[in-house]
């Protein structure tokens, strides 16, 4: 019998200097990505706000697709890989995550410093898998819930990010926050909070222009 071939471990230094040339970035695409994706959320959301009720429904849809590009075009600014610069990757990624409802700082800790070391690690704001016994011990309501995100369902998602997720390392510092992103990251959640302070306000005194 052939013995299959010892599996040769490659060093991460090498992996990531072999794939550099094919992860390049170049501002005037990554600009133009921005620039497109900006202008189609805003002029979904101007439906929304003053056209007539079937393009407000189809704008608020298609306003909701955008924003997932945003939290894409976001990523890849927050790794500096969507234009040249640290600076300006810097305020596109917090351009891009702010309608989104993410703190760039809460994002940096979480995304770099805990995801990508360990990939498929247990993290505390992802999917834990119980044992049987550990879901026994969990109160009723916890368990409905649990049930809810995890099957597969359409809304599942959706609820763990709204509920666990987004509380947890999106929006404010919370005890598992290292201390030393304390700071920086209230400072970010203060921009989170006047920008959607001033979406509600548009969107409050938008009914006064709005078509009829």
């Not at 990757?89 to 702010?98: E, S, T």
Request: proline letters at 8%.
């Amino acid at each position: 019998m052939t013995l299959p071939d010892p599996i040769r471990v490659v060093p991460k230094a090498t992996i990531l200097k072999e794939l550099a040339p094919f992860a390049r970035p170049h501002t005037g695409h990554g600009l133009a990505l921005f620039f497109l994706e900006y202008l189609l959320y805003w002029g979904s959301i101007a439906l929304v706000l003053f056209a007539p009720m079937p393009w407000k429904v189809a704008g608020a849809i298609f306003a909701g697709i955008k924003l997932t590009a945003f939290v894409t075009l976001g990523h890849d600014a927050a790794h500096r890989t969507l234009v040249e610069g640290k600076t300006l990757n810097k305020v596109l990624a917090c351009a891009l995550l702010l309608p989104c409802v993410h703190n760039f700082r809460l994002w940096i800790w979480d995304h770099h410093e805990i995801h990508h070391p360990v990939t498929n690690g247990e993290h505390f704001d992802s999917f834990t898998p119980y044992s049987k016994a550990e879901f026994d011990l969990l109160p009723r309501r916890k368990q409905l819930f649990e049930r809810i995100i995890r099957a597969p369902n359409v809304i599942g998602f959706g609820l763990h990010y709204l509920f666990q997720r987004m509380p947890r390392v999106r929006i404010w510092p919370t005890a598992a926050v290292p201390a030393r992103h304390h700071a920086s990251a209230w400072r970010h959640t203060g921009a989170l909070a006047v920008y959607h302070a001033a979406f509600l306000g548009l969107l409050a005194a938008a009914p006064a222009f709005a078509a009829v």
